[in-house]
C-alpha cells in the first residue's frame, strides 16, 4: 500500500494538468492511466485530427491554386504517410506529458485504476496488483464514443465495416467512400479530411442542420465549400446498417447508400463504468459524474474534471476544470466560468464561437447589438482569400457596453477566437478596447473593424 496526498485517475488533459498543478502546489501526486499518457486529446483525438487536416489544407493549397498564380504538376497525396507522420506527432506530444510528470515528481502507474471504496486513512485505489491511499481523489477518465442501438451496427464494427473515429484515424488506405453517421464535430472534421483528398464522403445527419449550434449560415458556407467531394443527407436518420451500406430514413421513404467504409460519429458519453463510484456514493446523473462550480462531487474530498463529468467535452475544458479543482484543494476560491469557454470546429474555412448569440443574450433578457461585418473588411483576409465569404458576429451589451459574444467562420478565426474570448471574459468596456492596436494587416483587424461599428 502507497499513501498519496492526491490519487488522479485518468491521464488525459484534464487527469495530467490536475498532477501537474497539484505537484506544483506541494501535493505528494500518483496518476494512474491504463492506456496512454494524453488520453483521447493526444492519442485518438484533438491532435491527431488536427495533424492530418494540416496535410488536408495542405493538398488543397497545392491542388487548388491556380488562380494564385501557383500551379503544380503532379501532386501526390499520401494517406499512409499522412498517418505515419501523426504517429510521430502523437509520440513526442505523449512523450512531453510523460516527461512533466517526471519533472514534476507525479508517480505514473500504468494500470487500470478502480475505486475500492474509503477507510480512515484515506480514499482507496486499486492498480494492478498494488492499492493506493490518497487524502483526495481526482476523477478524470474522460469520454468514450456513443454506440446508439441502430440494428446491424455491432456486427458492422465487429467485421471493421463501421469505425469510430479511433480506428479511421489508423486506416492506412483511402476508402473510396464513407459514409459519415452525425454531422456534428467529429463527423465534420473526419468528413472534411477524407472529402480533401480523394474519399467521396456522404454525411448522414439525423437534424436539419450540420454542426449543432452552429450559426445556420456558417454550415452554409462549409457545406458549400465541400459541395464537390461530399453530399449532405440532412433530416435523415439512419436507422440500420447493412453488409455493405447504410440505411436512412427521408421524407418518410427508406433509402440505402452503399459505401466501402462507416465513420459512427453520433456523440460521445462520460466514461465511468467500472471505475467502483458506487463503493463511495459518488452521484452520477446519465453516467456523468455531477460536480459543482469547484470540481467537487457530493463526496469531500472527490472531484471529477474533463468529459467525466459531461459539462462541456472539450480539452481546454479539462485544463480549466483541473486549474480549478487543485485550486479548490489548496484552499484557493476560483470557479470555472463555462459561459466563456471557446469552442472551434476545424473545417476549413474555421468555425469559432465564445459567448452569447444574439439569440441567447436576449433569451437572458440582455439588450443587446449584433455587428456583422464580412471578413474581407480585413485587408490580409482579402489578400488571402479573394472568394472567401468568411464573417464575424460580435454581440455586444448595449447597456452595459461590453462584448458578450464573438462568433467567426473564415481563416485563422480558430486563433482569432483567444482575443475575442478575452474581451468576453475580462469584460472591458468597448471604449477601452477600441484603444487596443491590432497588427496591420491581419486577419484579426476584423475585431477592431466590429468594436468600431458601435
Ligand atoms: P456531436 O454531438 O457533436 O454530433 C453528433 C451528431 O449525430 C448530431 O448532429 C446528431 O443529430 C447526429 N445523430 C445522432 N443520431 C443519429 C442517427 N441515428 N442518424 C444520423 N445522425 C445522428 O457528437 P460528435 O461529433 O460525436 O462529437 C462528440 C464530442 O467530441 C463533442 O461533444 C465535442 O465536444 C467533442 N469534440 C470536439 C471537437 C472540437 O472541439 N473541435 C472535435 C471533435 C470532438
Redesign the pocket.
Known sequence: MERFDLIVIGGGPGGYLCAERAAQGGLRVVLIEGKHLGGTCLNE??IP?KTLLYSAKLYRHATESEDFGVIGEKVVFDHAKVIQRKGRVVKSLVNGVASAMKANKVTVVTENGRIAGRTAEGFRVLAGEQEYVGDRLVLATGSETAI?P?PGLKEALASGFAVTNRELLDCEKLPETLAV???????L?MACYFASVGTHVTV????PKIA?PVDPEMCRIIMDAYKDAMDFKLS???KELTADGVV?EQDGQRQELKCDMVLV????KPFTAGLGLETLGVETDRGAIVTDRHMCTNVAGVYAVGDCNGK???AHTAYREAEVAVRHMLGQPDEVRYNVIP????TEPEVADVGETKESAEALGLHVKEIKLPMNYAGRYQAENEKGKGFIKLVVDMDTHRVLGCHMIGSYASELILPAAMMVDTELPVERLKKMVFPHPSVGEIIREALFQL
Open positions: 483525438g484533438c485530427t446508439p441502430i453517421i452525425g454531422g456534428g464535430v467529429i463527423g472534421e448522414i445527419e439525423a437534424l449543432g435523415c436518420p439512419v436512412y460519429s453520433v456523440g460521445r462541456a467535452m472539450l469552442t472551434v470546429l476545424y
